[in-house]
């Protein structure tokens, strides 16, 4: 149970163009979903917390018009990185955590590799 | 903000040897949870501890929830290789909405040496 699935997974694209990246709870509804981004050989570091139905809540430092974040369904966000440029290569992650009264731990998906040209 | 410090930052251990891994907190955790992260792919949940002083085992891993929930250790015991990656400890935020948030600690990346 429990399984987040993420896509694409590897993304190579040239520089100012936009790329989409989807994150989907299979078998559970996800109210709230979380973006990370990871660096080489670093932790992973928060982005933004995507509420299903309402806007998302970004992290200081993070543009929310860069990084365009939509959860339409129980099941699904996107992150979209608009005009994207070499600088925003990383290893883009996303998790979920149960719809629930309790608290619930997240749920991680594979994590998509962003590289531009 | 919240701080996790893991320790150590990496381990090269001899195949069947045990491990053991912490992590410590300036604040108090109501949780703490150890994930494992493998190259090129995202962390997956090991062990969840939800109660001051709890010990949880999962197969050859245990961990425990420090008594002044401002620690927390992970052990591994009579290693393998496949243990290999990078293991991380988290807590979640202390109230409201960030209290789903997760904070994570700089990883101890464990080498197994066969």
């Known amino acids: 149970g429990a399984v987040v699935s993420q896509h694409p997974s590897w993304v190579i694209c040239k520089s100012g163009t936009s790329v989409k990246i989807e994150c989907r709870s299979l078998d559970f509804q996800a109210t709230t979903m979380f973006w990370y981004r990871q660096f080489p050989k670093q932790s992973l570091m928060l982005m933004a917390t995507?509420?299903?139905?309402?806007?998302?809540?970004?992290e200081q430092g993070v543009e929310k018009d860069k990084f365009l974040i939509n959860h339409a369904s129980l099941t699904l966000s996107t992150l979209t990185v608009t005009s994207a440029h070499p600088e925003d290569s990383s290893f883009y992650i996303c998790?979920?955590?149960?719809?629930?009264?309790?608290?619930?731990?997240?749920?991680f998906g594979d994590g998509t590799r962003l590289s531009i040209l | 903000g919240q701080q996790l410090n893991q320790s150590p930052q990496s381990m090269f251990i001899q195949e069947g040897e045990d491990v053991s891994m912490n992590c410590t907190s300036s604040s108090i955790f109501n949780t703490w949870l150890w994930y494992k992260q493998d190259p090129g792919e995202g962390p997956v949940l090991l062990i969840a501890l939800y109660k001051a002083g709890e010990l949880t085992s999962n197969g050859r891993l245990t961990a425990q929830f420090g008594i002044t929930r401002k620690d927390s250790f992970l052990n591994i015991s009579a290693s393998i290789p496949s243990d290999v990656g990078i293991y991380f400890c988290?807590?979640?935020?202390?109230?409201?909405?960030?209290?789903?948030?997760?904070?994570f600690g700089k990883g101890t990346k464990l080498s197994v040496i066969p």
């Open positions: 998790s979920a955590r149960a719809t629930s009264r309790g608290w619930q731990p997240q749920h």
């Open positions: 988290a807590g979640p935020g202390q109230s409201g909405a960030g209290s789903y948030q997760l904070t």
């Open positions: 995507s509420n299903e139905g309402s806007k998302a809540t970004y």
